[in-house]
């Protein structure tokens, strides 16, 4: 860990730096829970949205109103004061080239890419004055569930957004998007791209790396099928997230490939002491380690009772 993150306690949006004209471009399960929160809030004036799929349109009419859709990408963003580029990462560069493009120089542009060494690659590439109003920020808010007819307005309740400014951002830019986040209920946390790429690595890209393949032996064994009629809540507890959309996670996956590949290997070395306990039949070391698990999720568990019992910062 290269980082201490910190968190942020500020103003609520409207009393730092009101935007009138919030652009959603993307309208999946974060684009349109994003919509939903910004009209259940009245944070924003005016909310303008755009997905290149019509069905994601037809929802967003749905949910925010017709007069919420925009006819283009260009026409979402134009006259926007902040755009939110809610694609997904490997989709991100082609789309914030088009946002620079049609947005007004003063608008702030940010994103919700789960990776963000890949988001920087393309930030690095900018101009000094496009890049310092590129906010890159992570709501650690999905689920197993795709797309907008799972969007929900309290989706980001309680829940952590992690900014990851680069050297070019700028500082009162910054303030204005965990501003944001923070007036729809989110709890703030700063941290350089590199330490967020290793923490989410850690604790959200490897853990689905894992259902995956467990998931899919499974698949592959002729007997999985029947195996899994039968299996219980600790089945269906620890496979949720595999059911997870498969193509946005290989891009994940690709995206953050150096943090995971050296998780994948500490999490090898644990299932060879696993294993080599097993054949040797060593109780006492299969229960020193399942111990040493028990402890990792008591405190885990105690860290999300104290966050959600603390008011948002």
């Known amino acids: 860990m290269t980082t201490v993150f910190s968190t942020t306690a500020a103003e609520p949006l409207g009393a730092h730096n009101p935007k009138q004209c919030v652009a959603v471009i993307g309208y999946g399960l974060i684009g349109g829970s994003i919509g939903l929160a910004l009209q259940a809030t009245g944070l924003a004036r005016q909310i303008r949205v755009w997905d290149p799929q019509e069905a994601a349109r037809q929802v967003a009419a749905e949910q925010l109103g017709a007069g919420s859709v925009a006819d283009s990408l260009q026409a979402a963003v134009a006259g926007a004061d902040l755009v939110l580029i809610t694609v997904p990462t490997m989709a991100f560069a082609a789309v914030l080239q088009q946002v620079l493009a049609a947005a007004k120089p003063s608008a702030l542009v940010s994103d919700v890419a789960s990776v963000k060494g890949a988001i920087m690659e393309v930030l690095d590439q900018?101009?000094?004055?496009?890049?310092?109003?590129?906010?890159?920020?992570?709501?650690?808010?999905?689920?197993?569930?795709?797309?907008?007819?799972?969007?929900?307005?309290?989706?980001?309740?309680?829940?952590?957004?992690?900014?990851?400014?680069?050297?070019?951002?700028?500082?009162?830019?910054?303030?204005?998007?965990?501003?944001?986040?923070?007036?729809?209920?989110?709890?703030?946390?700063?941290?350089?791209?590199?330490?967020?790429?290793?923490?989410?690595?850690?604790?959200?890209?490897?853990?689905?790396?894992?259902?995956?393949?467990?998931?899919?032996?499974?698949?592959?064994?002729?007997?999985?099928?029947?195996?899994?009629?039968?299996?219980?809540?600790?089945?269906?507890?620890?496979t949720r997230i595999a059911g997870a959309n498969p193509a946005l996670w290989a891009d994940i996956c690709v995206a953050n490939q150096?943090?995971?590949?050296?998780?994948?290997?500490?999490?090898?070395?644990?299932?060879?002491?696993?294993?080599?306990?097993?054949?040797?039949?060593?109780?006492?070391?299969?229960?020193?380690?399942?111990?040493?698990?028990?402890?990792?999720?008591?405190?885990?568990?105690?860290?999300?009772?104290?966050?959600?019992?603390?008011?948002?910062?």
């Open 258 to 313: 150096q943090a995971l590949v050296r998780d994948l290997e500490g999490f090898k070395s644990q299932i060879d002491q696993l294993s080599k306990a097993l054949v040797q039949g060593d109780r006492s070391a299969l229960t020193a380690h399942f111990a040493a698990a028990k402890t990792m999720r008591s405190a885990y568990e105690s860290c999300v009772h104290q966050r959600m019992q603390a008011k948002p910062n």
């Open 126 to 238: 900018l101009p000094p004055e496009q890049r310092a109003r590129v906010v890159p920020a992570h709501p650690i808010a999905g689920s197993e569930q795709s797309g907008a007819s799972h969007a929900k307005a309290d989706l980001f309740w309680q829940r952590q957004v992690i900014v990851t400014p680069s050297a070019g951002t700028a500082a009162q830019h910054v303030l204005v998007i965990e501003h944001f986040w923070q007036a729809l209920g989110a709890r703030v946390v700063t941290m350089t791209p590199q330490a967020h790429d290793e923490v989410f690595s850690a604790v959200s890209h490897l853990p689905h790396l894992i259902a995956f393949a467990y998931l899919g032996g499974l698949a592959s064994a002729s007997t999985g099928h029947d195996y899994t009629a039968m299996a219980g809540p600790g089945f269906h507890d620890f």
